[in-house]
């Protein structure tokens, strides 16, 4: 059974810094692309980053771009989000998912098949 499970999230004051991992099992994760969404109360769900499955493509939204970084170990079946300088309005639940391509990825809700089940992350003095 295919699932992502992401960890990471915690309480950070602005201006820190977190990890968030997510975990992919019952497939090889290496040939699909892995997105990072996040939504905030109120707000619709939002593509903030993804890899491709070759990690040859990556995409940010303009609001993290230059403070997040993507990245992915294949051999352990997980996809990172770096995240600096962290403002407030980085308050979110943050999720991955997952879709069948290789060559590149995508940061539309739609285009994606599998979902992890949320980490919570508050920037907050």
């Known amino acids: 059974q295919l699932q992502l499970v992401e960890s990471g999230g915690g309480l950070v004051q602005p201006g820190g810094s977190l990890r968030l991992s997510c975990a992919a099992s019952?497939?090889?994760?290496?040939?699909?692309?892995i997105g990072w969404f996040r939504q905030a109360p109120g707000k619709e769900r939002e593509g903030i980053s993804c890899?491709?499955?070759?990690?040859?493509?990556?995409n940010y939204a303009d609001s993290v771009k230059g403070r997040f970084t993507i990245s992915r170990d294949n051999a352990k079946n997980t996809v990172y989000l770096q995240m600096n300088s962290l403002k407030p309005e980085d308050t979110a639940v943050y999720y991955c998912?997952?879709?069948?391509?290789?060559?590149?990825?995508?940061?539309?809700?739609?285009?994606?098949?599998?979902w992890g089940q949320g980490t919570q992350v508050t920037v907050s003095s």
């Open positions: 998912a997952a879709v069948g391509l290789f060559r590149l990825c995508v940061l539309e809700n739609g285009a994606y098949d599998y």
């Open positions: 019952g497939f090889t994760s290496d040939y699909y692309a």
């Open positions: 890899i491709s499955g070759s990690r040859d493509s990556t």
